[in-house]
T-cell receptor, first 112, second 116 residues
Framework: AQSVTQPDIHITVSEGASLELRCNYSYGATPYLFWYVQSPGQGLQLLLKYFSGDTLVQGIKGFEAEFKRSQSSFNLRKPSVHWSDAAEYFCAVVGGTYKYIFGTGTRLKVLA | EAGVAQSPRYKIIEKRQSVAFWCNPISGHATLYWYQQILGQGPKLLIQFQNNGVVDDSQLPKDRFSAERLKGVDSTLKIQPAKLEDSAVYLC??????????????FGPGTRLTVL
């Protein structure tokens, strides 16, 4: 069965610093992979997705993610964080069951 | 383009009472999802509709939860009777294509349920 692990529950970075949020998945083949962001009181918004092809995926708001098959990872990165990026970030995987499995989320705090 | 609409946004009830949530997906979207998001956890799929048929309800507690999607558009999720552990945010999402194709899901703002 597919599963997703986000090892970091909370991350705090200073504004302007770089960011990397970790996501590891478990699935026998290459799944569909997603990163969503959830701001307080709002629904989830898609940042980016990976299906196949180029393993470096560009998304909205300056985010990118890299798929590494050997590490079963799909980490989210941003070179310079803005205060408005403070939110909760969810990694999700869709595998053979065609069901979205979400990780437990990483809450990002940005220091001014 | 209007997004996914949900109501109410907040609901407080006593245990053993019943409650219903409503969702209006994006026009033309075939697939509709209901998720339960407990504080500190990621969303968990409760039920997935394609048009007005159920595709997956394997994680829906059917002894107390029910959902319907009449005419393949709006959907209602009901809990009867509610338990304390049902306190969560209930998210509705929709996608244009059939679920599992990797098609983007668009989420509503959610309904925050508190069971006392």
């Amino acid at each position: 069965a597919q599963s997703v692990t986000q090892p970091d529950i909370h991350i705090t970075v200073s504004e302007g610093a770089s960011l990397e949020l970790r996501c590891n998945y478990s699935y026998g083949a290459t799944p569909y992979l997603f990163w969503y962001v959830q701001s307080p009181g709002q629904g989830l918004q898609l940042l980016l997705k990976y299906f196949s092809g180029d393993t470096l995926v560009q998304g909205i708001k300056g985010f990118e993610a890299e798929f590494k098959r050997s590490q079963s990872s799909f980490n989210l990165r941003k070179p310079s964080v803005h205060w408005s990026d403070a939110a909760e970030y969810f990694c999700a995987v869709v595998g053979g069951t065609y069901k979205y499995i979400f990780g437990t989320g990483t809450r990002l705090k940005v220091l001014a | 383009e209007a997004g996914v609409a949900q109501s109410p946004r907040y609901k407080i009830i006593e245990k053993r009472q019943s409650v219903a949530f409503w969702c209006n997906p994006i026009s033309g979207h075939a697939t509709l999802y209901w998720y339960q998001q407990i504080l500190g956890q990621g969303p968990k799929l409760l039920i997935q509709f394609q048009n007005n048929g159920v595709v997956d309800d394997s994680q829906l507690p059917k002894d107390r939860f029910s959902a319907e999607r009449l005419k393949g558009v709006d959907s209602t999720l009901k809990i009867q009777p509610a338990k304390l552990e049902d306190s969560a945010v209930y998210l509705c999402a929709s996608s244009f294509l059939a679920g599992g194709t990797g098609d983007e899901q668009f989420f509503g703002p959610g309904t925050r349920l508190t069971v006392l």
